[in-house]
T-cell receptor
Framework: RKEVEQDPGPFNVPEGATVAFNCTYS??????FFWYRQDCRKEPKLLMS???SGNEDGRFTAQLNRASQYISLLIRDSKLSDSATYLC??????????FGPGTRLSVLP | EAGVAQSPRYKIIEKRQSVAFWCNPI?????LYWYQQILGQGPKLLIQ????????DSQLPKDRFSAERLKGVDSTLKIQPAKLEDSAVYLC?????????????FGPGTRLTVT
């Protein structure tokens, strides 16, 4: 079983749609969690950290379920500029960061 | 604030040749990472430095890959000899400290093609 797994995608959604991505991780000792965004042929950039209580940043909401070892990212009112690959990242506090394979999103006009 | 700098941006070599990549992290960032990202996959950590010491190199193929950060600032990653499966983007990242709560900032990457 891979350490971090994500929805395979791609997701093709119309502008204004709500889309959710899921991520599962295998190491129960994992301490910190992130969503990164990677545009085509660009470097990854931090989108948001994921806290135990869940957190929201504008149109983006991240949730963590430690019992199920599951992380989600919800994007509301999708924009064309949201088209990118979304990477789920898990860290074992002090150990290495493990990236998931990414889920590609295309927002269509 | 200047970001993470990497060079070269692109490199094409034949298999069995050697290649080196350079990274200059954000000023003041103690932790430096090298990642390998194969097309269609997420980045995979190769090596992590804290200042000039290695924190984690468990996924570095040490028979052909080496990395150093001699003065605790910039770093080089070398592949010798290269194989076809080394074709990937090599990303350098830096953060203020080690541990999972520091944001990583990535450079633009070096795209390596091995023919």
């Amino acid at each position: 079983r891979k350490e971090v797994e994500q929805d395979p995608g791609p997701f093709n959604v119309p502008e204004g749609a709500t889309v959710a991505f899921n991520c599962t991780y295998s190491n129960s000792a994992s301490q910190s969690f992130f969503w990164y965004r990677q545009d085509c042929r660009k470097e990854p950039k931090l989108l948001m950290s994921v806290y135990s209580s869940g957190n929201e940043d504008g149109r983006f909401t991240a949730q963590l379920n430690r019992a199920s070892q599951y992380i989600s990212l919800l994007i509301r009112d999708s924009k064309l500029s949201d088209s990118a690959t979304y990477l789920c990242v898990v860290n074992d506090y002090g150990q290495n960061f493990v990236f998931g394979p990414g889920t590609r999103l295309s927002v269509l006009p | 604030e200047a970001g993470v700098a990497q060079s070269p941006r692109y490199k094409i070599i034949e298999k069995r040749q050697s290649v080196a990549f350079w990274c200059n992290p954000i000023s003041g960032h103690a932790t430096l990472y090298w990642y390998q990202q194969i097309l269609g996959q997420g980045p995979k950590l190769l090596i992590q430095f804290q200042n000039n010491g290695v924190v984690d190199d468990s996924q570095l193929p040490k028979d052909r890959f080496s990395a150093e950060r001699l003065k605790g600032v910039d770093s080089t990653l070398k592949i010798q000899p290269a194989k076809l499966e080394d074709s990937a983007v090599y990303l350098c990242a830096s953060s203020l400290g080690t541990g999972g709560f520091y944001e990583q900032y990535f450079g633009p990457g070096t795209r390596l093609t091995v023919t």
